[in-house]
């Protein structure tokens, strides 16, 4: 059983069990209109009703079932911020977080810095292998709070909350244990970096990039691009890398085109569990028939993939305007 005691420090803040002396603050978040739309409870009507979910969340703490725990800033006086709390789901070493923040101190960063805290607990002390939590759709704040922490889209749920006045749509994230532990930098040695320094199959070569054929080429010309310096995946490039990529990729297809009888051409990045090389790379590859290369289609598409309404909803705000 965790002491009650247990409080976790942050950079800025710090989290503790919450008490009698929270109820006011607590009240007084709730008395902000929209408040209470997001949340599992209708808006109390008193102080008093208060009480009786302190309880209930003190009696889960002592169970270890569930830990909330009030968010303050650390400083001379503490100032209360939110509340965010973990608790356990039917499934097994499954965990889920729900979070507020006082609409005073809402837009600070402050949740980002305490879920981030919150995940540390849940996979270190809790052993979770998976942490989910759920969000009002139309809730962008705390959407982008779990997007900063890595969560990652699991599910769009139509009848997620039941309010007085009907459902309320929810979207569903999750990060696992090992997601979360891949997140944390690390140094990584990679075996590719040290191949293309001897590589024989080398057909041409800059300061910075580096074209070589696909020692397992699924077409007559099929070669791979790329940098000599070390980037894992496609994402992590600089822009003034993938230019030089795509035009090298461009010359390459020029040449082809002159010296072999083409009738086309493909392209391709692998990232993630997908990039076998760990070493960020394209591939170019002539084509002369549709067989050699073809795009398999999967009957294991997901529901939500044709919610173009919920796709496009879960994006907003999320690409970089440029
Ligand atoms: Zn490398």
């Not at 978040?29 to 969340?57: C, I």
């Not at 070493?279 to 028939?289: E, K, L």
């Not at 290369?293 to 993939?305: G, M």
């Amino acid at each position: 059983m965790l002491p009650e005691t247990t409080t976790i420090h942050t950079e800025n803040y710090r989290l503790r069990i919450p008490d009698e002396s929270d109820i006011d603050f607590v009240f007084s978040a709730t008395r902000y209109a929209g408040f209470n739309d997001g949340m599992q409870w209708e808006a109390p009507e008193s102080r008093e009703e208060l009480f009786s979910p302190l309880e209930k969340s003190r009696e889960a703490w002592a169970k270890g079932e569930a830990y909330s725990f009030t968010i303050e800033s650390a400083g001379p006086t503490w100032t209360r911020l939110g509340r965010i709390s973990i608790r356990k789901t039917e499934e097994k070493e499954v965990w889920n977080i729900g979070f507020w923040t006082h609409p005073e101190f809402q837009g600070k960063g402050i949740m980002t810095e305490a879920v981030g805290a919150i995940l540390g607990f849940g996979f270190t002390k809790l052993k979770a292998v998976k942490i989910s939590s759920s969000y009002a759709t139309w809730n962008k704040a705390s959407e982008k709070v779990l997007i900063h922490n890595g969560f990652k889209f699991v599910k769009h749920i139509e009848k997620g909350l039941k309010k007085q006045n009907g459902w309320v749509s929810e979207n569903e994230l999750a990060l696992t244990a090992s997601q979360w532990e891949h997140s944390k930098p690390g140094i990584t040695s990679c075996d590719f970096c040290d191949a293309i320094k001897e590589n024989n199959n080398i057909v041409f070569e800059s300061d910075e990039v580096v074209a070589l054929l696909d020692i397992d080429p699924i077409s007559i010309g099929h070669i791979i691009i790329c940098p000599k310096a070390h980037f894992t995946d496609f994402h992590e490039l600089p822009d003034h890398l993938i230019g030089k990529i795509m035009s090298l990729a461009k010359e390459y297809i020029r040449v082809l085109s002159q010296l072999f009888n083409l009738r086309g051409y493909s392209m391709m990045a692998n990232g993630g569990e997908f990039n076998d090389l760990k070493h960020v790379h394209i591939h170019v590859f002539p084509r002369n028939s549709k067989e050699e290369f073809q795009w398999v289609f999967s009957d294991k598409v997901p529901e939500d993939a044709i919610r173009f309404d919920v796709i496009k909803n879960f994006l907003k705000g999320h690409m970089p305007k440029k």
